[in-house]
């Protein structure tokens, strides 16, 4: 079984119970993020003679299609470390208390510096022809189309006239991005095997135009030699014969050699 706390940052033990299913996030489209605050300490503000505050992280949140909205102290300990510049977890909550482990992600993206309360498709690009109906989702907390599609009915029916429709459609335009983003991932796959088949082919090209080269020139040297075998082997008379020859032949074509001795 995977642990409950498994894929939490900066958690330095938990003793807990892993029990399935109590940290579930509720279907109510709620947003979540996590930020510091700065609380005034009333007791040591009296102490210190001045006003003093200390940090405090909070969990803030956002359901019901911004009808209702908050913020607290989170119930987890946790401490901030100087030397990683990061928020620590120290000791988690007891089971079905913890906000860290009912909103693991959030949890992350806050120790890794980002605040923002959504990551996704801007939804913008749902309604590319009609910008007002974006920014009448975006007025009730709805930016992404991913938080559309992830719309209850009832959410749907709170919304009003449309809304339904919208989702459907954010559900289908999500689908597609899915299956273009396969075909992008194999047409680049493709595109990579041809690029690596022409590198090959052009090696084995190169390779083959060596081995030509080498081959010719191994023909030719075995030629030169043999014909200069073939000079250094010869006597006098085969030599005084072979020039007879030619001078005959040459007579023959009424041509005359220049320089040439009986």
């Given at each position: 079984?995977?642990?409950?706390?498994?894929?939490?940052?900066?958690?330095?033990?938990?003793?807990g119970l892993d029990l399935d299913g109590v940290?579930?996030?509720?279907?109510?489209?709620?947003?979540?993020?996590?930020?510091?605050?700065?609380?005034?300490?009333?007791?040591?503000?009296?102490?210190?003679?001045?006003?003093?505050?200390?940090?405090?992280?909070?969990?803030?949140?956002?359901?019901?299609?911004?009808?209702?909205?908050?913020?607290?102290?989170?119930?987890?300990?946790?401490?901030?470390?100087?030397?990683?510049?990061?928020?620590?977890?120290?000791?988690?909550?007891?089971?079905?208390?913890?906000?860290?482990?009912?909103?693991?992600?959030?949890?992350?993206?806050?120790?890794?510096?980002?605040?923002?309360i959504e990551d996704g498709t801007p939804i913008?690009?749902?309604?590319?022809?009609?910008?007002?109906?974006?920014?009448?989702?975006?007025?009730?907390?709805?930016?992404?189309?991913?938080?559309?599609?992830?719309?209850?009915?009832?959410?749907?029916?709170?919304?009003?006239?449309?809304?339904?429709?919208?989702?459907?459609?954010?559900?289908?335009?999500?689908?597609?991005?899915?299956?273009?983003?396969?075909?992008?991932?194999?047409?680049?796959?493709?595109?990579?095997?041809?690029?690596?088949?022409?590198?090959?082919?052009?090696?084995?090209?190169?390779?083959?135009?060596?081995?030509?080269?080498?081959?010719?020139?191994?023909?030719?040297?075995?030629?030169?030699?043999?014909?200069?075998?073939?000079?250094?082997?010869?006597?006098?008379?085969?030599?005084?014969?072979?020039?007879?020859?030619?001078?005959?032949?040459?007579?023959?074509?009424?041509?005359?050699?220049?320089?040439?001795?009986?």
């Amino acid at each position: 079984m995977q642990s409950i706390t498994e894929g939490i940052e900066n958690l330095d033990e938990y003793t807990g119970l892993d029990l399935d299913g109590v940290y579930d996030t509720p279907p109510d489209a709620i947003i979540v993020w996590f930020d510091v605050i700065k609380e005034y300490m009333p007791a040591k503000s009296r102490e210190a003679g001045r006003e003093v505050y200390e940090n405090y992280v909070h969990r803030f949140y956002i359901k019901e299609l911004g009808y209702s909205s908050g913020n607290r102290r989170i119930k987890d300990e946790v401490y901030f470390n100087p030397e990683t510049n990061q928020w620590h977890v120290k000791k988690l909550a007891g089971a079905g208390k913890s906000d860290i482990l009912r909103f693991k992600n959030e949890w992350n993206k806050f120790v890794k510096g980002s605040n923002g309360i959504e990551d996704g498709t801007p939804i913008k690009l749902l309604f590319k022809n009609d910008p007002a109906r974006a920014d009448m989702f975006i007025k009730n907390h709805i930016s992404t189309v991913e938080r559309l599609a992830g719309l209850t009915e009832a959410d749907c029916q709170r919304g009003g006239m449309g809304w339904l429709d919208d989702k459907k459609r954010a559900e289908v335009y999500l689908h597609k991005i899915k299956e273009s983003a396969g075909s992008i991932q194999n047409l680049e796959y493709v595109k990579k095997l041809e690029e690596t088949m022409a590198a090959k082919d052009k090696e084995i090209a190169e390779l083959r135009a060596q081995f030509d080269l080498f081959l010719s020139q191994q023909i030719e040297a075995r030629q030169n030699s043999s014909v200069l075998a073939n000079e250094t082997t010869l006597t006098p008379a085969q030599k005084r014969a072979k020039t007879l020859a030619a001078k005959k032949a040459a007579e023959s074509d009424g041509e005359k050699i220049e320089g040439l001795e009986e």
